[in-house]
């Protein structure tokens, strides 16, 4: 069953791109969209992280690669976040359950995104996971990371936008 769900969920990101979806390039601006955190709090981005630097994270509990890489966005996050440094973790249509029961054990604390049908996720032109933005205070793609990356090089490049 679970290889059946890696599977699915792989033909779902493989179509993320169709439809002219494109992953935002440095300068663009990303598109808005709302969703819900885990506890039901609604997110409107940009409109609520106007003047912050936010890094958006695109993710899923199968992905092998977002376990380590989440803990240590957490430490991050936890010493920049009152610099206005913001993470919004969009989870790529799993189901709430599951994402919660993966967050608990990481302890994460920074907000994480349920993405019903991966919406939000397709309209990122997400082809592949972890997919990661870094947004300036200005609104606008600073760069971009597809798949793995290590603390020091996350963190220098939200440091480069503090």
Not at 16 to 42: I, M, N, Q, R, Y
Not at 53 to 72: G, Q, S, Y
């Amino acid at each position: 069953m679970r290889a059946f769900r890696f599977l699915a969920v792989l033909l779902l990101l493989s179509a993320c791109g169709e439809g002219g979806a494109k992953a935002p390039h440095v300068g663009d601006a990303p598109p808005a969209f709302k969703l819900s955190t885990l506890d039901g709090t609604a997110v409107d981005y940009p409109a609520q992280l106007a003047g912050k630097v936010v890094v958006l994270r695109f993710w899923a509990t199968w992905c092998p690669f977002c376990k380590d890489e989440m803990k240590m966005i957490q430490a991050v996050w936890s010493q920049s976040r009152d610099k206005g440094f913001e993470v919004l973790a969009v989870n790529a249509g799993q189901e709430k359950g599951d994402i919660a029961d993966f967050i608990a054990k990481l302890g994460v604390t920074y907000p994480v995104l349920l993405d019903p049908g991966s919406k939000v996720t397709k309209a990122y032109g997400v082809t592949g996971l972890p997919m990661t933005l870094f947004v300036g205070r200005d609104g606008k793609v600073k760069g971009r990371i597809l798949g793995e990356t290590d603390e020091a090089t996350f963190r220098r490049k939200v440091e480069e936008l503090l």
